[in-house]
């Protein structure tokens, strides 16, 4: 992945058909030390390809795998979940206000009674 990035840097940079030497100075100038083979093996699959044309189908390649959402509860079960659910946020609401009202006495503890110029 990190060859990737350096490789997307350089065509961004303006470099169509960036070097495995140009990747290498990009990962070193961040202290990264470039793996030869996974490098070798990168540049021999883009050999030849135009990034642009190969982000536009990456694009259209991912928008047709279905990523969650859809469907339904799941009948009777689904429904009783819900409300645990709320119950759970309602309970965790009620412990912020008191976590702040005992904030708020530790703070009014702080000056003791008495204020620095009394």
Known sequence: MKHLAAYLLLGLA???SPS???IKE???????E????RLDK???????KDLQELISEGSNKLASVPSGGGGGGGGGGGGGAAPA?????????????????????????????????D
Do not use: Q
């Open 14 to 16: 303006g470099n169509t």
């Open 20 to 22: 495995a030497s140009n």
């Open 26 to 32: 990009v990962l070193d100038s961040v202290g990264i």
């Open 34 to 37: 470039a793996d030869d083979e």
């Open 42 to 48: 990168l540049l021999s699959e883009l050999k030849g």
């Open 85 to 117: 659910a709320g119950g759970a946020a309602a309970a965790s609401d009620e412990a912020k206000p008191a976590e702040k009202k005992e904030e708020e006495a530790e703070e009014s503890d702080e000056d003791m009674g008495f204020g620095l110029f």
